[in-house]
């Protein structure tokens, strides 16, 4: 069980420390989406919210159900998204740094610390901030931002689903299983496919 425990000695000086986290690096299709939360001084998680983790480690029923308890406990919180075309552009890492700045730029006002899931991370703004080794599974605020970054992200690639027929976006969200790469051998790639990721297993160069 996830606790507050991280932020408690940060929040004897802050009081605006912000868990940021990120979904979708590894897909071959689709956005990366990150997502920003913080939460009011002192917090103390009750009731389903002791049940956060980091995202991969939560069935889907329980990452949608957190999600309205996370918006309703915390003080903000805030998404980016940074699609294919754009992954393609700048590289994935890139990207992901792009998404992480723009969940947090999009809060109503900058934070005093980021806490960031991972072990690089390149702010837009000059901000103080932590790179947390599997953040996700050790910080109540990462853990919860992983949960919204998660969540919108399975939304998102759900509808490209039904826009995108074929491709059971809706089944790997996106990821390179065995089925979405028949897929793209039988129908090539769609508009929200990352060109720059290689199929080399389906001849690609």
């Not at 890492?93 to 610390?113: I, K, Y």
Request: glycine content about 6%.
């Amino acid at each position: 069980m996830l606790t507050t425990a991280y932020e408690i000695p940060l929040w004897q000086e802050l009081t605006r420390v912000c868990g940021i986290d990120e979904a979708g690096r590894g897909p071959l299709a689709g956005p990366v989406v990150a997502a920003a939360v913080v939460f009011p001084r002192n917090f103390r998680p009750e009731g389903i919210l002791l049940r956060i983790d980091d995202s991969k480690a939560l069935s889907p029923e329980l990452r949608r159900e957190l999600v309205p308890a996370i918006h309703e406990a915390a003080r903000e919180w805030a998404v980016g998204i940074v699609d294919a075309e754009t992954i393609d552009q700048v590289n994935i890492l890139q990207a992901t740094m792009l998404a992480m700045n723009q969940a947090a730029e999009s809060l109503g006002s900058m934070p005093e610390l980021l806490l960031v899931d991972g072990n690089r991370f390149t702010p837009c703004r000059p901000i103080p901030f932590r790179t947390i080794v599997k953040g996700d599974s050790k910080v109540f605020s990462i853990a919860a931002a992983s949960v919204l970054a998660k969540t919108c992200r399975d939304e998102l690639m759900t509808a490209y689903a039904k826009q995108y027929p074929g491709y059971g976006f809706d089944l790997h969200f996106g990821y390179p299983t065995a089925a979405h790469v028949e897929a793209i051998s039988a129908l090539g790639r769609c508009a929200i496919h990352r060109k720059s990721f290689k199929l080399r297993k389906l001849g690609e160069k």
